[in-house]
Nanobody, 124 residues
């Protein structure tokens, strides 16, 4: 089992940047594929980005491609989401997710473990 704790959310102006972090407990972090999702008020939770257990493969939603970068530091049991050129429509609660497999996981239902979320608000 793994526990996930997100941090780094906040209020930023449009065009600005934020970096989210997700710290994972446990000694088998390198066995877990990781992902970031987001949920805006009144909307369903949606996929943002995913990374394989080794960090060698990444995948992005079209809406964030070219602006967001997912990465991981397996020595620190942490996955990151660097968010640049933020837009008001990026406003949401951002969730980190993990599943015990090596390849990229995209569907929300493919993840067994979830963090509590961190709020990102982008003002216009």
């Amino acid at each position: 089992q793994v526990q996930l704790v997100e941090s780094g959310g906040g209020l930023v102006q449009a065009g600005g940047s934020l970096r989210l972090s997700c710290a994972a407990s446990g000694r088998t972090f390198t066995s877990y594929a990781m992902g970031w999702f987001r949920q805006a008020p009144g909307k369903e939770r949606e996929f943002v980005a995913a990374i394989s257990s080794s960090g060698g493969s990444t995948y992005y939603a079209d809406s964030v491609k070219g602006r967001f970068t997912i990465s991981r530091d397996n020595a620190k049991n942490t996955v990151y989401l660097q968010m640049n050129s933020l837009k008001p429509e990026d406003t949401a609660v951002y969730y980190c997710a993990a599943d015990r497999q090596h390849t990229i996981v995209v569907p929300l239902t493919g993840y067994a473990y979830w963090g509590q979320g961190t709020q990102v608000t982008v003002s216009s």
